[in-house]
């Protein structure tokens, strides 16, 4: 299986359904499971990162990366783990990527 990254480059497989931005800065819908595409610019290749949305505590994770807590935690998250609970409250808590 294929590690996600928080990076993407185009023809590489989406791993996580949701809204993404080029290096351009144009956004996408994208679903898991489509490739990613060109710049809607300029045709050539680029890449992809996803826009902020929010994971809740307990949820997978689905995209390996730097994540980020409602209170501004800072945490290296593999694909496989779980979104942890606030690490300095120890509360439920939302991550986005950072």
């Known amino acids: 299986m294929k590690t996600a990254t928080d990076l993407h480059h185009t ?3 989406v791993m996580e359904t949701g ?3 080029c290096a351009a800065g144009e956004k996408r819908e994208l679903s ?3 490739a990613f595409p060109a710049c809607p610019q300029s045709g050539k290749d680029t890449t992809w990162r996803h826009t902020n949305h929010q994971h809740k ?3 997978l994770v689905t995209e ?7 209170g501004g935690e800072r ?3 593999n694909v496989g ?3 942890p609970t606030c690490p300095k ?3 439920n808590t939302s991550w986005t990527h950072a």
Do not use: P, S
Request: charge should be negative; hydrophobic fraction near 20%; glycine fraction near 14%.
């Open 57 to 59: 505590t307990g949820e």
């Open 11 to 13: 023809n590489e497989e």
């Open 81 to 83: 783990n779980k979104f």
């Open 64 to 70: 390996a990366g730097q994540y980020i807590d409602d």
């Open 75 to 77: 945490m290296d998250l």
């Open 19 to 21: 809204q993404y931005v």
């Open 32 to 34: 898991k499971g489509d």
């Open 89 to 91: 409250t120890g509360n």
